[in-house]
């Protein structure tokens, strides 16, 4: 980085709250100078709401911005982005590169990305204890936050409900290696003050979770007032119903950003073999010993993976979980494979119209 591009920040910057850092303004600095830089905190319909140093400016998406992103290139909640254009109609021209990005399979399109939040440091997977454990949901949650670059933490909530708090933090904490398991309640007050230990200056988590996991009751609660609306909790099972519609991004009181989540119900890998290997660490471990390098683990001779199960070291259900979520990535690699020749193919077919149409308008080849 060429010294004409770096900038110093001090702690009373209005944006070093909301984690801009010295290298992100030296990379505008160096690469887009004059523009303003900002950080998303909600999208909608074509318009992001960025926070400035000068405050909170609504802008449009610059049309050179939306033709050349790809498609999980758009800005999303957590980007950083450089506002041009008139002050009074201002435009993101472009998306600062990110640090961390939480993607998963859009479940409205075919083999396409769905950028859920980006520049998160610490993911939240959130699961209520008002029911036993989705154990493979969880593992697929966290194999999603894994791929992104964040750091994962589980976050099991409404333990005031549980018969078990002990037993079901075991539990998870058995299928989450290297991932600190905690247990809250936001009648009790249990666990809050651990969850709290992630909140820092500058710093932004994240919480993803089914609907109602209570993601937008623990944000109230920490945030000390309710800036989520929440729904109150059906007494047949304990769980609250969504009310959550947006992604946002909130500044607390006390330091730290927090980004709150509509509850996910499709959780699609997407190019995540890197985070399905940390999840199960465990089994990737295992396979490392087993005859064929190429082993799927299901039936082949000296198969290690298979004779933990066989042993009990390794549960039958989780190894179906990882054989599931390496398919579905497998499978997905295949979808792109086969999108990719077509894109080609089309590419091929708009060349060689032009080539003709050239030719027939009396064109000549050029002069090799």
Known sequence: MSSCGRQRLTSTDPLTSFGYTEDRAAFAAEHHPGLTPGRVVRSDRGFVFVQTAGGMVMARLATRLVKQADDDGMPVVGDWVLLGGDPSEPLAEYVLPRTAAIVRRDPG????????????????????LAEEPNLSRIERELALVWESGSAPVVVLTKD?????????????????????VHATSAVTGDGLDEVRTYLEPGRTLALIGPSGSGKSTLINVLAGEDVRATKDVRVSDGRGRHTTVSRELIL????????????????????????IDRTFSDISALAERCRFRDCR????????????????????????????????????GEQLDVRARQERKQEDKKLAKTIKRYYREGGKPPRS
Not at 305 to 323: F, I, K
């Open 160 to 180: 005031d409900l549980s018969d078990d708090v002990t037993r079901a933090l075991e539990t998870v904490g058995g299928i989450a290696p290297d991932v600190p």
């Open 252 to 275: 607390l009181p006390g330091g730290g950003m927090v980004i709150d989540t509509p509850g996910l119900r499709a959780v699609g890998m997407w190019e995540s073999a890197e985070g």
């Open 297 to 332: 683990h299901e039936g082949e001779p000296g198969c290690a993976v298979e004779e933990a199960v066989a042993e009990g070291t390794v549960t039958a259900r989780r190894l179906e979980s990882y054989r599931e979520l390496q398919a579905e990535v497998r499978h997905l």
């Open 109 to 128: 399109r075919a083999a396409r990305p769905q950028v859920l939040a980006a520049n998160v440091d610490t993911v939240m997977v959130t699961h209520p």
